[in-house]
Structure formats: C-alpha cells, structure tokens
C-alpha cells in the first residue's frame, strides 16, 4: 500500500485550463472528473473493509469581507464499514486563479488526495478513525469554500484535525510551515511518520507574523472550525506561481511521490491513532520542531525547549564568568564589553553601507537586478558586507590591539560573540518563540567546541590543527543555518516579484544578505585576530564589488528573463474596462473605457514602456481612494496597486452585462433609510459602499467593512442585499450613498476582447499578464 504516483489525474485537471469559480471549467469539467474518478476508486474497493460516501455541497455565506453563493465543494468520507465517529480532514482546492492551468496550486494537491483515497480505501486492515478528503472549488476567492464546508457541512462536526494540501511554488520538497494552534500531539505525529519529513517551526513563525503576504484554509478551519492542523507547501520556484508557467512538466516527479509518502503515511498514522479519539487531553502545548536536512525530525515540547535553551545560557555565562575570575575581572570585563561594541558597530556599520549601496542600485533604475540572477546579489551584497566587516576589524586591530597578542585577542572576540548570540538567546526565549533553538545551536556548539579545544589551544596557540578541530566544531550549527538560510532566499527572493511594496525591495535583499552575513561570520571574526594581514583578501572583494557595482550600474543584469527552461516573468494585470457613472436619477452621466494595466512589482512600467511607449508615466495615475480610482480588482488588496497606467479603449459589451435594480426605499422609525437592492451579474463581483457627506452608514447586509467581494457559481439565484443610512442636512439633490459595483469577467467569451487580445501581444515575452475584461458601475441613491 506504498504511495505511487502516476500523473493521470494531473494532466487530466491540468489539461482543463483555467479553472476560475463560476466557470463551466471549475464548475462543470473538473467536478466530472474528479467524481468519475472517486467512483472508480469506490467501486473498487466495495469489496474491502471501507465504505466511501460522496457528497456534493454548494453553500452559500458570507464572512470577512467575501460573500459566496452556490459554490462548489465535493466531499468524500472514507471509514471503516463498521462506521467511524472521528475523522481527519485532507482538502485541497481544485480551482485556480485566471490564467493559469494552477499545476502545484492546486492540482496537484488533488491528485495526491485521489491517490491516497485511492491507497486507504484500499487498505486490507479496516481504519480506527475515518478520513473526509475535501475537494473545494473556491480558494482563490479569498478561502471560501473552505468556509463554506467548516460552518455548513454536517460531516464538520465530526473532524478532530486536518491536513491542508498548498503552494507556494511550483515542485520542491513540501515544507511544513505552520501547525497547530496547540495540539503538540499533531506535529509529534508528523515527525514519527512522514518519510521525508522538511518542517520548521521558523517557518511558522515568520508565516504567522505577516511577513508574506499570503493565507491558506488552515485559517478558516482553524478559526471558524477550531480544528488544529498541519499547513504543507510546496516552496521551489515561486517566480512562476499562479502564472501560465505552472504546469505539470515543471512538477518533478520525485517532488510529488515524496509529498504522497509523507501525506500518506502521516494520514495512515493519524487515522490509527488514539489521540484523533480524545485529542483533548492533548491540547494543550506548543513544540519546537525542526528537520535536520530532511533525513530526521527533532521535536520537543516549548517548555522544554525553554529549559534546555536556558541552561545552555547560563552554561556560556558560567564559562564567561569562570575567565572572569581566572583573569583579572575589571580588565577583562572591560575588554570584554568594548569587543561587543566593536562586533556591533560593525554589523550596523555593514549594514547601513549595504542599505546605502541598494538606495544606489534603486536611484539608478537597477532595482531587482538579482531577480533572474540570485548569485549577482550575493557577490555585489555579500561582498560588500565581508569587506566592511573585514575592514573594520583590521582597523581595531591594528590601530586599538596593536600590543595584544593574536591568541588572547583572537579568544576575546570569540567569547564576545557568544555573549552577543547568548543576549539573542535569552530575547528569544523571553518572547516565547519557539524558534529559539537557532540562537541555542549557536550558542552550543561553539561552546562545546572552545571547552575541548581549550587546552590544546593554550599548549599550541594558533595552530592549523587549532583552526580545522574548532571549524569542525562549527560543522553542525553552520550547515543548519546555511540550509535554513537558503530557504529563507528561496522563499522571499519570489515573494519580492509579487509584492507592490513601497520599500525597494534591493533594501530587503540587502538587509537579508547583510544579516546572513552577519550570522555566518560571528564565530569566523576572530579569525581575523589570529591572521597576520588581510590586505589580499580585503583587495580581492574590494574588486569583486566594485566589478559588480559597476556591471549592474550598466544594466548587464536583467531582471526578468522568458527562459522556458527557468521563467522569471514580470507580472503584470490588465483589464479592459469599461466605467459607467449614473445619476440620482439613474440616466447615463458619462463613461469611458480603457485598458487598466498594474504591476506586481517595484520596477513598474520602466522595463516595458521601451517595447510598448503608451504605457509610460504620463499616463499613470495614483489612486487615492476606492471611489475616485473607479478600478476595482477582484479582492479588497487593490490598495498594493495605488498606481496604475490607463490607456482609452473602446467600450466591452458582455454578452451578461451587470443589472442592478432598487426593489424598495423607505423610511424607518429610527430615522433611516433602509434600501434594498438586487444584483445580476459575472461570478466576480466587487462592491463598494461610500455615504456622502452628511450620511453615514447605520447597517447593512454584509460586514463592518464598506466593501465586499463577492462570488457565485453555476445556477446561483440573484445577489439580494440592503442597506440602511443614517443621513442628516444631506441635500436631496445629492442623494444620500454612492454604489460602486465592478463585475469581473474572467472566463468564457465575455473575458475576451480582440482589443485586449492585441494589446497582450505587444507585451515582451517576459512579461506575464492577467488579464480579464470589467465593467465598473456608480450609483446614486
């Protein structure tokens, strides 16, 4: 009952297309699919110890800021025949954003489900607990039919925990990056079965903090269902996510058959369990949990971690202490902090350089240089940083410690290190992360490594066997952090693509080089002391950056390249709109229509206005509010895209254009005006509410929010909603409310125009865009 892969059903789902909610694709074609499928695997293991019931759900809600209507999910419960009570919960969603045949978002999630249904249901031995293999169709629209499921489905009440199948790239390992809340017994589980195991609790932290502008339905069932559970992703080569680019061929084969060992062998684990029965009693506690290089997991729980990392503190303070009193304590105590002073002065010195080099880079027009080119960063950045550092230690040495002996010097800035990674220590400890035994392994090891060499240390001084025995020591904390490192990198260098942010992201990769290097040196500085000149070395990356600074300056480094074989495309969103602004009366005011393009990134129209010169700044605009921009996406996150280009347009005619119809106006005994409103239109669409002066908003169908997004599927009756105003000294003339209301046709013919069709194809192969047609409409009531 090993998990074999076999591409079938990704190819199947891929070769659909775009699967956007509310389209026959996603609606039609692939819930087909994937119910054919399920009845094959049922009908084959109708003989076996398991039963499998299909159930097709098509909720209706609203929370946050969406609302949904009629979307789909496809559940499957699979138990033993004797029936179960308890069950996990393995989802994954089949649709995908506009565009995109969404292989590793998130297809091949669903094909990994439909095979491991396929091997538990075929199992010999019958199942403890039960599993529920969710299928849902509507992540992209903000998690909802995730939400749909956890509040709705009567087979909800029966989950004890889940597994949440994502991407974040395209292939790799899948990384656990986020468990719980609580419920330690879910993470030990994992690390006793999965084959392959790659999780961190580094990576849940730094997710759970905001850092990447990203959200999974781990927070809808954990929220809304109070269920824990394990988030996994695949995190290789975010450049091409939720682009043309994701496709199946791009998915290793090797990357697939190891997510479905682990996915199943963590399920099979789960399943069998006693814990899935009663997980109360094991609720409570948070684990530290980290691989190491995927061959093994250590987990332990936090207030463990919290002793352990504590003694490992006051271990480094006693030996700290211990040449205190050994040595005459003023002189070394003093010596001691100066040499702090030293290392930190040099890291804020390294790193204010860095940042000053990257305002250059960005001033230049060179921003995001690294992109296509990860090893540029590293040797202009990384080289930068090591010769500061090197420089500044070179001058203390010679100009400050010019009398002191190499040896005492040398122990000096390695006893000021460990003080330095012991402060970080007792910081970590103290906010409670559990990420804390990074600084512990730094704290450790070096330790460990100076009381064994100690002795051989003062017999030799600074002897090569000295120099090879204590880089050995350092062996298991640096290739740790070097791996933690890289997938830090992996992880954000394509997040910086994707995130309209107004700090130049050259800022954030100098930062995150500055502080790696800060991270890998701390316990090499005191190299520096035991060698005898640096001038050779401090010449060579003098060279190196100064050669790098000056190929960048000439623009030698791209950013975007349309390799088929490594895609580094520039995202870019185009919409031909056309906008509608009607009076009280509800007459036609005045229209136009164009073509609304943004961009994902910081480098904006520069790279692409040479190969298309209408889209330049001349035309660009910088929206101040939902209103006056009139552009509405298809979330509440247009304010990532305050500045858009707008080129005129002839006018789209959808073959369903958007009706909207007041059914009733009246007066209530509060004093306000309560209006209802019916609603016609595409499977997006997006509302905007703004009271004019005088008015104020009282109450309304949806949220605390102005705005809502809502989504319907195939079949959904008319969108009905009301609002109630509280106005006062409004002028009749003025109405009381403004509705602004954009319908977003992202599939079928209506998504299409032949203007927006030529328009694409002037783009350079390296752009990607998504693109769709809209209709944006204001009213006055």
């Not at 993470?187 to 849940?204: I, L, M, N």
């Not at 190491?292 to 997991?297: A, E, I, P, V």
């Not at 005191?526 to 300056?553: D, E, P």
């Amino acid at each position: 009952n090993r998990y074999l892969f076999n591409g079938k059903h990704l190819e199947q789902i891929t070769s659909i297309g775009p699967r956007t909610v509310g389209s026959p694709e996603n609606e039609n074609t692939t819930v087909s699919y994937l119910l054919d499928q399920i009845e094959q695997i049922r009908s084959e293991s109708e003989t076996g110890p398991h039963s499998i019931t299909v159930d097709i759900q098509r909720p209706s809600g609203c929370f946050s800021i969406g609302c949904y209507d009629r979307i789909t999910n496809i559940a499957v419960k699979l138990q033993p025949k004797t029936s179960a009570q308890h069950f996990m919960l393995a989802n994954c969603h089949f649709d995908s954003v506009a565009n995109s045949p969404g292989a590793s978002d998130d297809a091949v999630g669903c094909s990994v489900m439909l095979e491991v249904l396929h091997s538990l249901a075929n199992l010999s031995t019958p199942l403890k607990h039960g599993v529920i293999f969710l299928f849902n169709g509507a992540e992209e629209t903000i998690l909802q039919a995730s939400h749909g499921f956890i509040t709705q489905h009567p087979w909800a009440r029966q989950v004890r925990a889940f597994v949440n199948l994502e991407a974040a790239g395209v292939g790799g390992k899948e990384l656990v990056f986020q468990t719980g809340p609580e419920n330690p017994w879910l993470v030990q589980a994992y690390a006793r079965a999965a084959v392959h195991p790659f999780a961190t609790v580094v990576g849940q932290e730094i997710f759970q903090s905001g850092l990447i502008p990203s959200d999974t339905d781990f927070r809808i069932f954990r929220d809304f269902g109070n269920i824990p559970g394990i988030d996994l992703a695949f995190i290789e080569n975010g450049f091409i996510y939720h682009t043309k680019y994701d496709t199946p061929g791009r998915i290793h084969t090797d990357s697939i058959q190891r997510a479905g060992d682990n996915i199943l062998s963590v399920l099979k684990h789960l399943v069998m369990s006693d814990e899935l029965a009663d997980s109360s009693q094991y609720r409570h506690g948070n684990m530290v949990f980290f691989d190491l290089l995927g061959l093994t997991m250590l987990v332990y729980p936090a207030h463990v971690g919290t002793v352990i990392n504590y003694i490992v503190a006051v271990a480094a303070v006693i030996y700290l202490s211990g040449k205190c009193l050994l040595t005459s304590s003023g002189r070394y105590m003093r010596d001691l902090v100066c040499v702090v002073c030293v290392l930190v002065l040099s890291w804020i010195f390294s790193l204010v350089t860095l940042l000053f080099v990257a305002w250059l880079v960005t001033l230049m027009g060179r921003s995001m240089f690294w992109y296509s080119h990860i090893h540029a960063a590293v040797f202009l950045y990384g080289s930068a940083a090591v010769c500061i550092l090197l420089l500044i230690h070179t001058l203390v040495k010679n100009r400050c410690y010019r009398r002191a002996g190499r040896v005492d010097l040398a122990e000096l800035f390695f006893d000021g290190s460990l003080l330095l990674w012991c402060f970080v220590l007792f910081f970590f400890t103290h906010r409670g992360w559990c990420s804390a035994y990074v600084p512990m392994m730094m704290v450790l090891f070096p330790l460990i490594s100076k009381l064994l060499l100690t002795k051989l240390f003062r017999a030799r001084g600074a002897s090569l066997q000295y120099s090879v025995l204590y880089l050995m020591g350092l062996v298991v904390p640096y290739v740790y952090i070097m791996f933690l490192i890289r997938v830090i990198f992996e992880v954000f260098t394509p997040i910086l693509g994707r995130s309209k942010d107004e700090i130049p992201p050259d800022i954030i990769m100098a930062s995150l080089v500055t502080v790696a290097t800060v991270i890998l040196s701390s316990y090499i500085i005191h190299f520096i002391y035991l060698s005898r000149g640096t001038k050779r070395v401090l010449a060579v990356l003098g060279s190196v950056f100064m050669l790098m600074f000056v190929l960048v300056s000439c623009g030698l480094f791209f950013p975007y390249s349309a390799d088929p074989s490594s895609p580094r495309p520039k995202r870019v969103f185009v919409q031909h709109i056309t906008r509608s602004f009607h009076t009280l009366n509800g007459s036609l005011q005045s229209s136009d229509s164009g073509l609304c393009i943004n961009d994902l990134d910081y480098t904006g129209m520069q790279h692409i206005t040479p190969h298309i010169p209408q889209i330049n700044d001349s035309i660009s605009t910088h929206c101040q509010d939902w209103l006056s921009c009139s552009r509405q996406f298809l979330t509440s996150f247009s304010h990532c895209f305050r500045k858009s280009w707008y080129l005129p347009a002839p006018e789209v005619s959808p073959k369903a254009p958007l009706e909207v119809q007041l059914l009733s106006r009246q007066e209530t005994q509060w004093g306000t005006v309560k209006m209802s409103f019916e609603v016609k239109g595409p499977s997006h669409m997006s509302l905007y509410l703004h009271p004019h002066a005088g008015a104020s908003l009282s109450s309304w169908s949806f949220n605390d929010w102005n705005f809502v997004f809502y989504t319907h599927g195939l079949d959904a009756p008319v969108w009905r909603f009301w609002i109630e105003i509280l106005s006062s000294n409004v002028s009749p003339d003025e109405g009381l409310v403004s509705l602004a209301i954009t319908a977003h046709y992202l599939s079928g013919s209506d998504g299409r125009s032949e203007t927006l069709e030529s328009f694409l194809k002037r783009f350079p192969a390296w752009v990607f865009s998504s693109s769709w047609i809209s209709t944006y409409h204001m009213y006055t009531y």
